[in-house]
């Protein structure tokens, strides 16, 4: 059974659409691997492209963007947590109990992140979503470059191997 986390619903007003894709049969189980040094992982910008992100990096980048943007310290904590062999410059960064922008790296989810509850709840699932290349982000728009489709009610039938698509509307 596919289970969609929606948060606000598809409309038509020329605005970014995301969902976030993870499918069926992804190992729930990935170990950490070791690394001499750790993978630096900074924000970035996310809004009308035309995009699929498959690359753990990307991913965490758009994961990471949500985290600040939203100011979710319990979920950037989690983050940390679950990828140990990953930095996050950007969750240092805090001054009044608030993370704070570093300077010259953009942090931005056009019309702000999805809802990531899943992710917080599972962190193995988290895991799993991104480092299994499998599992993908795909970035568009409803003015033309939809990046996925839709039924009648709005549901998402582009992704048949789809265990869980947490979408992002406008």
């Not at 190992?27 to 992100?53: C, H, R």
């Not at 300077?103 to 599972?122: Q, R, T, Y």
């Amino acid at each position: 059974m596919k289970f969609t986390i929606r948060k606000g619903v598809f409309e038509t007003n020329s605005s970014s659409v995301h969902a976030l894709v993870i499918n069926k049969g992804s190992g729930w189980e990935i170990p950490i691997t070791s690394t001499a040094e750790k993978i630096k992982v900074y924000t970035g910008d996310f809004g009308w492209e035309s995009e699929t992100y498959q690359a753990s990096e990307d991913k965490l980048s758009y994961i990471l963007t949500g985290i600040v943007i939203m100011d979710d310290r319990e979920f950037g904590t989690i983050l940390k947590e679950t990828f140990p062999e990953y930095d996050f410059p950007q969750l240092n960064k805090i001054k009044n109990g608030s993370y704070v922008q570093i300077d010259d790296v953009e942090a931005m989810i056009d019309h702000g992140a999805p809802d990531f509850s899943l992710f917080k709840e599972h962190p193995a699932i988290l895991r799993a979503f991104v480092m299994d290349s499998d599992n993908f982000i795909v970035t568009g728009n409803d003015n033309g470059a939809m990046p996925y489709e839709t039924d009648d009610e709005g549901n998402i039938t582009s992704f048949p191997n789809a265990e869980y698509v947490i979408e992002k509307g406008n």
